[in-house]
């Protein structure tokens, strides 16, 4: 049997279990932050909603209103690029872990192989089923 076929089956569950912890965490991650993101918009809607029965659309209100809503497309852009980074840098680590894996699962059937040539047929056969 080839590398290949050996450690084709490894590898999915493997790879399964790598992505799958982190996500469930960043999904607890992008909850809260969208909870406090929802509540600084319903703020920013109360002081525009106030500046626009106190004062009528005047110049200056248009303009508080444009910093407020400048300021919250910051916020957001920044969350954003913050999410971006960490993405790209779970990605990385996930690739150098796979790489990793690989590299380890073939090391070990290289082994079994070794060892196992010297084996009798139905021991080796036995061992290769348990593996």
């Given at each position: 049997m080839?590398?290949?076929d050996?450690?084709?089956p490894?590898?999915?569950?493997?790879?399964?279990a790598?992505?799958?912890a982190?996500h469930?965490?960043?999904?607890?991650?992008l909850?809260?932050?969208l909870?406090?993101?929802?509540?600084?918009?319903?703020?920013?809607?109360?002081?525009i909603?106030?500046h626009?029965?106190?004062s009528?659309?005047?110049?200056?209100?248009?303009?508080?209103?444009?910093r407020a809503?400048?300021?919250?497309?910051?916020?957001?852009?920044?969350?954003?690029?913050e999410?971006v980074l960490?993405?790209h840098?779970e990605?990385?680590?996930?690739?150098?872990?796979?790489?990793?894996?690989?590299?380890e699962?073939?090391?070990?059937?290289q082994?079994?192989?070794?060892?196992?040539?010297?084996?009798r047929?139905?021991?080796?056969d036995?061992l290769?089923?348990?593996v």
């Amino acid at each position: 049997m080839s590398r290949g076929d050996l450690s084709a089956p490894y590898r999915a569950p493997i790879h399964k279990a790598t992505r799958q912890a982190p996500h469930y965490i960043y999904n607890i991650k992008l909850q809260a932050e969208l909870v406090d993101m929802r509540a600084e918009l319903v703020q920013a809607r109360a002081v525009i909603a106030s500046h626009k029965d106190s004062s009528l659309e005047s110049p200056a209100s248009q303009s508080a209103v444009a910093r407020a809503e400048a300021q919250q497309l910051a916020r957001e852009n920044a969350a954003l690029r913050e999410t971006v980074l960490a993405l790209h840098s779970e990605l990385f680590g996930a690739r150098l872990a796979t790489k990793y894996l690989d590299k380890e699962l073939a090391g070990r059937i290289q082994q079994l192989q070794l060892l196992g040539r010297d084996m009798r047929a139905e021991l080796r056969d036995s061992l290769w089923a348990q593996v």
